[in-house]
């Protein structure tokens, strides 16, 4: 099974801080993904990639930047944190989408954020 | 920009039962239609997928997709405690580069 690992797995950080939440995939996927989860909203988009040096902006990306440094590597930013970020974040990743759309995400474990 | 509903926000189901979960969104072009489950303090994982009308059974659990109603649905048969999960449906969206979620129904199955 595809492994994407993310870190750190807990952080606390408080209003306008910098931090940097990392994610990397070791299944050659060109796909890869950030989505926050809260509460009543289920998984959101932040941005998304899908390969080394490209981004897209996905449904919520107010307050956060993102990097593909390579194709196993995608980094979240968040110069100046609120507590409105404070959230649950998912890495995922893919291959590329087949004929008939998308494939499969896999998940890494999550990092908990708290913006106090 | 796709919108992806999911009813009802929780259930509470008696073992053995039926559990039906419903998802509509608003883009009648998407290809991708998929559930994903995740467990108390785990990370969500695909469960089934489909791209054509209609209906796919595997094991215990069916998907109905009926694109000209914009909905789909997840049905789980014989219904298990460790089916006791948050279930995510997703939908691709226009570029079919990604997956928009719904907000997740929270399912309880009471021994």
């Known amino acids: 099974e595809a492994a994407v690992t993310q870190s750190p797995r807990n952080k606390v950080t408080v209003t306008g801080g910098n931090v940097t939440l990392s994610c990397r995939q070791t299944?050659?996927?060109?796909?890869m993904y950030w989505y926050r989860q809260d509460t009543g909203h289920g998984l959101r988009l932040i941005h998304y990639s899908y390969g080394a040096g490209n981004l897209q902006i996905g449904d919520v990306p107010d307050g956060y930047k993102a990097t593909r440094t390579t194709q196993e590597d995608f980094f979240l930013l968040l110069e100046l944190a609120s507590p409105s970020q404070t959230s649950l974040y998912f890495c995922?990743?893919?291959?590329?989408?087949?004929?008939?759309?998308?494939?499969?995400?896999?998940f890494g474990a999550g990092t908990r954020l708290s913006v106090l | 920009q796709q919108k992806v509903q999911q009813s009802p926000e929780s259930l509470i189901v008696p073992e053995g039962a039926m559990t039906s979960l419903n998802c509509t969104f608003s883009d009648s072009a998407s290809q991708y239609f998929a559930w994903y489950r995740q467990h108390s303090g785990k990370a969500p994982k695909a469960l089934m997928s489909?791209?054509?009308?209609g209906e796919k059974e595997e094991g215990r659990f069916t998907i109905h997709l009926n694109k000209a109603s914009l909905h789909f649905s997840l049905h789980i048969r014989d219904s298990q405690p460790s089916d006791s999960a948050l279930y995510l449906c997703a939908v691709s969206d226009q570029g079919g580069r990604a997956l928009i979620f719904g907000t997740g129904t929270t399912v309880s199955v009471s021994p």
């Open positions: 299944n050659s996927h060109n796909y």
């Open positions: 995922a990743s893919s291959d590329a989408p087949g004929a008939t759309g998308q494939n499969t995400l896999y």
């Open positions: 489909i791209f054509s009308n």
